[in-house]
C-alpha cells in the first residue's frame, strides 16, 4: 500500500513538472526572443547609462522593458506560465542591453559632406555643431585650414554627432 502511494506521489510530481517549462518543447521563453518578436523601450538617460562611448570596453549595460507582440506564442512570464499567444500583453525585463543611440548619422556621408562641402560647414551642421558650422561657413572653412583640421577628425574619431549618439551601422 505504501508502495502505491509513493508511485502516485511520484507520477502526481511528474505531471506537474511536465506542466512546467520544458527546454525541449517549440516554444520559447519570451525573454529568450529575437528582437524581431518584442518591442523594448529604448535605454534611457535615467542615470544607469552613459551615452557616447565608442570603445566597446566602455559601454554600459542597462535593463530595459520589453512587450512580446500581439499573436507570438512563448513562455512565461508569471502568471503566464503557459505557451500560448499573446492574447493578453507580456512584458518582461531585459538584462545586459548596451547603453547605446543611434540618431541617424552615417559616417560616410558626413565624411563625403566634409570632403565636398566642408568649406561651407555642412559637416558641422550635418552633425548638430551648429555654432561651429556657423563659423566655418562665415570663413570659409578657416580659408582651407579648419576644412582640412575636421576632415582629419573625422578620419581619425575625434568629430562625432554632438548628441552623443554613434555612428548609424552600415551592413
Not at 507570438?72 to 502568471?79: M, T
Not at 499573446?86 to 545586459?96: C, K, L, S, V
Not at 552615417?106 to 555643431?129: K, M, V
Request: net charge negative.
Amino acid at each position: 500500500m505504501q508502495w502505491l502511494l509513493l508511485l502516485l506521489i511520484v507520477v502526481a510530481a511528474t505531471v506537474e513538472v511536465e506542466a512546467a517549462f520544458d527546454p525541449n518543447s517549440p516554444c520559447v521563453r519570451c525573454e529568450d526572443l529575437p528582437d524581431e518578436y518584442v518591442t523594448c523601450q529604448p535605454p534611457d538617460d535615467n542615470g544607469t547609462c552613459d551615452f557616447g562611448e565608442t570603445r566597446y570596453e566602455k559601454i554600459m549595460h542597462t535593463q530595459v522593458h520589453c512587450s512580446v507582440l500581439p499573436g507570438i506564442e512563448c513562455y512565461g512570464p508569471a502568471p503566464f506560465e503557459e505557451c500560448t499567444a499573446n492574447t493578453t500583453e507580456r512584458h518582461f525585463i531585459r538584462d545586459n542591453v548596451l547603453c547605446v543611440k543611434y540618431s541617424g548619422h552615417y559616417f560616410l556621408s558626413t565624411l563625403l559632406y566634409s570632403i565636398f562641402l566642408g568649406l561651407f560647414g555642412t559637416d558641422r551642421f550635418c552633425l548638430g555643431h551648429t555654432c561651429a558650422g556657423v563659423g566655418k561657413l562665415l570663413t570659409l572653412g578657416g580659408l582651407g585650414l579648419w576644412w582640412i583640421v575636421d576632415i582629419a577628425l573625422l578620419i581619425t574619431g575625434y568629430l562625432a554627432p554632438a548628441d552623443g549618439s554613434l555612428w548609424e551601422p552600415v551592413y
